[in-house]
Structures are given as C-alpha cells and as structure tokens.
T-cell receptor
Framework: DQQVKQNSPSLSVQEGRISILNCDYTNSMFDYFLWYKKYPAEGPTFLIS?????DKNEDGRFTVFLNKSAKHLSLHIVPSQPGDSAVYFCAASVSTGANNLFFGTGTRLTVIP | EAGVAQSPRYKIIEKRQSVAFWCNPISGHATLYWYQQILGQGPKLLIQFQNNGVVDDSQLPKDRFSAERLKGVDSTLKIQPAKLEDSAVYLC??????????FGPGTRLTVL
C-alpha cells in the first residue's frame, strides 16, 4: 500500500518559470514531510522539509506548502533553472525525528533552457 | 565532511548466487538505514540500525536478506540466494540519532 503518492511521473518546465511538484499522502499520522532531489547515479539529497504545525516553509527558490486537511503537499521552484533537472521524491514520517521515511515514487523534472 | 560511502557501485550476478554490499556512514552518525529502490519506485526501508542494534527490520525479507552493523559503524547487507526481483538500487543512509538522513550513492544490483 503506497502511503505517499506522486501522481505525475514527469514534468517539463521552461527555464525561469515556476515548477510545481505535487504529493499526496494517506496516513493521517504523518506529521513531518521532506523533499529529496536525486541526480542519476547519486543518492537522494535533502532539499527542504516541513512540520505539520506549519503550512509553508521557504528556502531560497524552494517553497513547500502543506495542506493537512487535503493530505497534500507541493514543492514550488521559482525560478526554475536547468540544474534543477532531477528526480524529486516526496517523503513523510510520523515524527520530526524522520527516522522511518515513506517515499513517493518520484517526479522527474526537466527544465528546458 | 566525507559523505556516506558504499561499495560496490554496480554488481551483476545470476539468480541463486549470493551478494554483499558494504556501507560506511558519516562519522558520528548513530543511525544507519538500508533502502531498496526498485526501478520506477521510491526507496523502501529494509532495515534501520541505531549503533549496532536493530531498530526496525519489519520490511526485510529475512529468508534471504541479512544485515549487520559491526561495532556500530560499518554495515553489510547480504542477499542469499538472489532472485530476479531483487534487481534494484540498494541505498545506505545515515543520520544522527534523530534527524536528516544522508544517502550514499547506492549499489545497482542486476540479477540475471
């Protein structure tokens, strides 16, 4: 049973525009959410996180929004750059310790120069 | 600061053979994780260690998979015997007792 879902396997965006990646979850016990970025032949690297006590967290060009009632979160990248082209994984945990992460299936973002 | 190291990076074996993967976590990280990532899916936790004790191995297929963490530092994950469906990338990650996980580059296993 996939508890974290990323329904868009791929997304293409022009350089300079906004990229919006979406993630849905089913387990209401999740209270900590993370986005990881993965380049080919490398392991995932942490990008940004959000606790369930917040509805928005921003770090430079990256902003994560959380809608607890809809069990939905999204990652906004503004402006998108070619170097942002990668696979993005949404992950969730039942604690801010983030020890047991449940990952989505990933969205491949391509930023077109 | 050195990251999480894994070896080998690639491995090709035939079904029913055995294989072992090695992971060296970031120095000082008490918690170590092994994940399996099948093509087209997200990483799935196989086992979590804290120091040299197992915290969670509920997703580990114990009839063929085993893992150990020697002296609370390095770890090995073994598959014996391998099946075709074990073809995947095996990721090792480490963290402080609680907190952000740092991933290694992974080992890509192909079972023929």
């Amino acid at each position: 049973d996939q508890q974290v879902k990323q329904n868009s396997p791929s997304l293409s965006v022009q350089e300079g525009r906004i990229s919006i990646l979406n993630c849905d979850y089913t387990n209401s016990m999740f209270d900590y959410f993370l986005w990881y970025k993965k380049y080919p032949a490398e392991g995932p690297t942490f990008l940004i996180s959000i606790s369930s006590i917040k509805d928005k967290n921003e770090d430079g060009r990256f902003t994560v929004f959380l809608n607890k009632s809809a069990k939905h979160l999204s990652l906004h990248i503004v402006p998108s750059q070619p170097g942002d082209s990668a696979v993005y994984f949404c992950a969730a945990s039942v604690s801010t310790g983030a020890n047991n992460l449940f990952f989505g299936t990933g969205t491949r973002l391509t930023v077109i120069p | 600061e050195a990251g999480v190291a894994q070896s080998p990076r690639y491995k090709i074996i035939e079904k029913r053979q055995s294989v072992a993967f090695w992971c060296n976590p970031i120095s000082g990280h008490a918690t170590l994780y092994w994940y399996q990532q099948i093509l087209g899916q997200g990483p799935k936790l196989l086992i979590q260690f804290q120091n040299n004790g197992v915290v969670d191995d509920s997703q580990l297929p114990k009839d063929r998979f085993s893992a150990e963490r020697l002296k609370g530092v390095d770890s090995t994950l073994k598959i014996q015997p391998a099946k075709l469906e074990d073809s995947a990338v095996y990721l090792c990650a480490s963290s402080l007792v609680a907190g952000r996980q740092y991933f290694g580059p992974g080992t890509r296993l192909t079972v023929l």
